[in-house]
């Protein structure tokens, strides 16, 4: 089992920028595609981001390209998702997730949803 610890939510205004961490326990998350989605008042929970588990491949939504990066320390067991340029339609509760990918497995997959372990979500909020 793999445990997740969000942090690094908070209230701002648009135009600023916050950096969540998800710190993993129980088990190292270095095996693990990570990814971090969002679930905004009265909507779906929906993708946001994710990296395999050697960083080297990331994949982002559309709406947050050119604004988020996401990153990852395996050896802190720790991912992170920096977050510039806010605006309101990103408040939402911010959740990280882990999914072992197969190698041939396209980290588009990660869009899915369908995860192996939840974080419990931090909450972002973004005033005008």
């Known amino acids: 089992q793999v445990q997740f610890v969000e942090s690094g939510g908070g209230l701002v205004t648009a135009g600023d920028s916050l950096r969540l961490s998800c710190a993993a326990s129980?088990?190292?998350?270095?095996?693990?595609?990570m990814g971090w989605f969002r679930q905004a008042p009265g909507k779906e929970r929906e993708f946001v981001s994710a990296?395999?588990?050697?960083?080297?491949?990331?994949y982002y939504v559309d709406s947050v390209k050119g604004r988020f990066t996401i990153s990852r320390d395996n050896a802190k067991n720790t991912v992170y998702l920096q977050m510039n340029s806010l605006r309101p339609e990103d408040t939402a509760v911010y959740y990280c997730?882990?999914?072992?990918?197969?190698?041939?497995?396209?980290?588009?997959?990660?869009?899915?949803?369908?995860?192996?372990?939840w974080g419990n979500g931090t909450l972002v909020t973004v005033s005008s």
């Open positions: 997730a882990a999914k072992y990918l197969a190698p041939d497995q396209s980290i588009s997959v990660m869009a899915g949803g369908a995860m192996d372990y």
């Open positions: 990296t395999r588990w050697n960083a080297l491949t990331r």
């Open positions: 129980g088990r190292a998350i270095s095996r693990y595609a």
